[in-house]
């Protein structure tokens, strides 16, 4: 039976978290942002004092995880934000360094089996939009829909240029364009749930279109679903 699950994969600034958020509240169902988890704990390491460089494995990880707590809790608006030890996720999740990193701490096995787990749970909830790199791939592979946005790596290095707070000072087109190539080389090649779309994903390339567009696309695949 298909799971209660929209979920919504893709590349890094393709445009998954502002389609997930507004096409969840348009349906009026819980979006969760997956990536901010890595994020997350990546941010929770860097502040604990790990060097990545040079300390980015399990054996450092495991215990580290024992000692946090992510949840998920519902604000007066109905949307879900993420508390990292009871304390809401700020920006400082979306800094250029926590983006970073993020992905060579998203390669290793004992994080992503805690985040299994977890990520699994939010099913309970009924019916959600997922959002992340392995959603339809690896957390719910029978997510009864699933979406693979992507974007000409130009327009998404474009896209992340300019939205505050989340590159380097004096970043460049060619810089982001950089970071993000670095990213999704480590997430394409990974061993473990690299990124890549579902054979049942349907890829959405959103290079030329708008937000609204985007939104109103999915949304009306979902509903050509439901009838
Ligand atoms: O927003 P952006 O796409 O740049 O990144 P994100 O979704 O916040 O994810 C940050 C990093 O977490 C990614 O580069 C991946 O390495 C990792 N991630 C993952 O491995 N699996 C997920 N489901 C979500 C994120
Ligand atoms: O979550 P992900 O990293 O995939 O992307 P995002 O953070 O949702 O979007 C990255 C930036 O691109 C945001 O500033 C969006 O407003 C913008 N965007 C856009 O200009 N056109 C789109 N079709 C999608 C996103």
Sequence with gaps: MAQPVIAIDGPAASGKSTVAGLLAARLGVPYINTGNMYRAITRYALDSGTDLDTRCTDKIFTPLLNTLQLEYRKNISGTYKLYVNGVPEDNRLRSPEVAAYSSRVAALPAVRNWLKA?????????????????????????AAFKFFLTATPEERARRRLVQAGETFDGATLESVARDIADRDRLDSTRAIAPLKPAADAETVDTTKMTIDETVDYLAGRINDGRS
Excluded: H, S, Y
């Design 118 to 142: 977890r990520q699994r749970g939010f099913a309970a909830l009924g019916l959600i939009v997922m959002e992340g790199r392995d959603i339809g791939t690896v957390i719910f592979p029978d």
